[in-house]
C-alpha cells in the first residue's frame, strides 16, 4: 500500500475489517466510510496478518470465528509480533459465553461486539479505542524525539503493553535471550517487589542491570489514573557505560579524553595503582593526569574532585 495513502488515512483513522462473511464486511465497510474513516478488508487470518503489519491500522475489528486460523490465533500473532502488538483489537463475535469472552481478552482483544452488529455500537467503541490509540502512538513519538527510553508493562505477568522504538533497542541489545514482548525475571521480580512499595505508599527504589560493559537502569512510575487490577506500570531506561560516563565528563569539563577517563575511576572509588591496571599505565602517570585535572577544576583533592564532577553532571542532567 501507498505510504502517502496510509498516512492520509490518519486523520479520519485507518481500520482493518477482517470477517469472511461479505456481507458483515460491506455493512461495516459502509458505515465506517461514511463516518470518515478509511477502511481495509481481509477475508480470513494469514490476510489480516499480512494486511497489518503492512498497513499499521489504527485498529483492527476481528471476526473471532472464522475458518482456518480463528480469530482467537490471529490476535495471539498479533499480540506477539512487535510491529503489530500496540494495534487494539475489537472482537467481533457471536459468542456470548462467558468462556468466549474470557479467551477474547486473554488473546489481547481490547474490547468486543456482539453479532448481529449494530453499526452505531461498533463506531461508538472505535471511536474510544482510536482515540487511545493516538495517544499512546503520540506518547511513544514524544519520549523518542527526547532521548527517552519507555516501557508500559503490566505487572502479573511481565508483559510489555507498548514500548518505544528506543526501548525496544536497548532491552535487546542488552538482553537478547529475552523475548520481544517479556521482561527478563530480575526486572518482573524488582517490579512486582516496587510495585508493593509504591501501593504501601513508599518511595520505589531505581534497578541496575550490568551485562558486559553495558548498564541499564530502570525507574517505575504509575500510570496515570486507576490501575486497577490489571496493575500497569510506566517504566524509563537508563544507559550508562564507562565510554558514556567519559564523554559526559569530557562536555561538562575542560578536560582531555584520558584525564576524564582517569577522573571517572576516581568517582568510582578506584586507587591510582587500580586505575593504572585499567588503562593499561602505571600509577605514576594516573598521578600526573590527575595533577592537571585538580589544576583544571580549581581543586586539591580527589574528593573534591568527584563531587565537583558529579555536580556538574546532575545540573547538565536536569538541562536536558
Not at 39 to 59: I, K, N, S, Y
Not at 158 to 184: H, K, Y
Not at 195 to 203: D, H, I, P, S
Amino acid at each position: 500500500m501507498n505510504p502517502d495513502l496510509i498516512a492520509d488515512a490518519r486523520d479520519g483513522g485507518l481500520v482493518l475489517i477482517v470477517d469472511d462473511v461479505p456481507d458483515n464486511l460491506a455493512v461495516l465497510h459502509d458505515a465506517l466510510d461514511e463516518s470518515g474513516y478509511t477502511v481495509l478488508v481481509a477475508t480470513h487470518g494469514e490476510a489480516a496478518l499480512q494486511r497489518a503489519a503492512q498497513a499499521q491500522p489504527d485498529v483492527i475489528l476481528l471476526d473471532a470465528v472464522m475458518p482456518g486460523l480463528d480469530g482467537f490465533e490471529v490476535a495471539r500473532r498479533l499480540k506477539a509480533d512487535p510491529v503489530t502488538a500496540g494495534i487494539p483489537i475489537i472482537f467481533m463475535t457471536g459468542l456470548t459465553e462467558t468462556d468466549a469472552v474470557v479467551e477474547a481478552f486473554a488473546a489481547g482483544g481490547a474490547d468486543y461486539v456482539t453479532k448481529p452488529l449494530r453499526p452505531r455500537e461498533v463506531l461508538a467503541r472505535l471511536a474510544t479505542h482510536l482515540r487511545t490509540a493516538r495517544d499512546q502512538r503520540q506518547a511513544r513519538n514524544a519520549l523518542d524525539a527526547f532521548g527517552h527510553a519507555t516501557l508500559v508493562v503490566r505487572e502479573r505477568d511481565g508483559r510489555r503493553l507498548w514500548q518505544t522504538a528506543l526501548a525496544r533497542r536497548l532491552m535487546a541489545e542488552v538482553f537478547p535471550e529475552i523475548p520481544e514482548l517479556l521482561l527478563p525475571a530480575e526486572v518482573s521480580a524488582w517490579l512486582a517487589r516496587e510495585g508493593e512499595r509504591r501501593r504501601a505508599g513508599g518511595e520505589a527504589t531505581a534497578l541496575q542491570i550490568t551485562r558486559g560493559d553495558r548498564r541499564l537502569g530502570f525507574d517505575l512510575h504509575p500510570m496515570p489514573g486507576d490501575q486497577g487490577s490489571e496493575r500497569e506500570w510506566l517504566l524509563v531506561l537508563r544507559e550508562t557505560s564507562e565510554a558514556a560516563l567519559t564523554q559526559a565528563l569530557m562536555q561538562a569539563l575542560p578536560l582531555t579524553a584520558r584525564e576524564a577517563e582517569v577522573l571517572h575511576w576516581v568517582i568510582q572509588g578506584k586507587t591510582n595503582r587500580d586505575i593504572g591496571e585499567i588503562l593499561g599505565t602505571s600509577p605514576r602517570t594516573v598521578h600526573k593526569h590527575l595533577e592537571h585535572v585538580f589544576e583544571k577544576l580549581g581543586v586539591e583533592t580527589r574528593t573534591a574532585a568527584a563531587a565537583l564532577a558529579l555536580g556538574k553532571l546532575r545540573r547538565g542532567g536536569e538541562g536536558t
